[in-house]
């Protein structure tokens, strides 16, 4: 029975996330990014999980691990 609980739990779970932002720094570890409404967060590098542009120019989507944007403060 613990079993199944944990399985319904892992098909509901999202490992990732998309976030719309823009570009901003980024440092050897961390990428910093822009939302729309103006909010700037710093990420791990090793958390994204799509390419992006270093131009701070072009609204991008980036692929995110999930459980860091929540310990960052996102509510998903």
């Known amino acids: 029975m613990v079993e199944s609980l944990l399985l319904k739990e892992m098909e509901s779970l999202e490992l990732s996330s998309r976030i ?4 901003i720094e980024e440092n050897p570890k961390s990428l910093r990014i822009r939302l ?3 909010i700037s967060f710093w990420v791990p ?11 701070n ?3 991008q989507e980036f692929i995110i ?6 310990k960052i ?3 998903l």
Not at 20 to 23: D, N
Not at 45 to 55: A, C, I, T
């Open 20 to 23: 719309e932002g823009y570009y």
């Open 36 to 38: 729309s409404h103006g």
């Open 45 to 55: 590098k090793r958390f994204v999980d799509s390419e992006y542009s270093n131009d």
């Open 57 to 59: 120019n072009i609204k």
């Open 65 to 70: 691990d999930s459980w860091i944007l929540r």
């Open 73 to 75: 403060g996102f509510r």
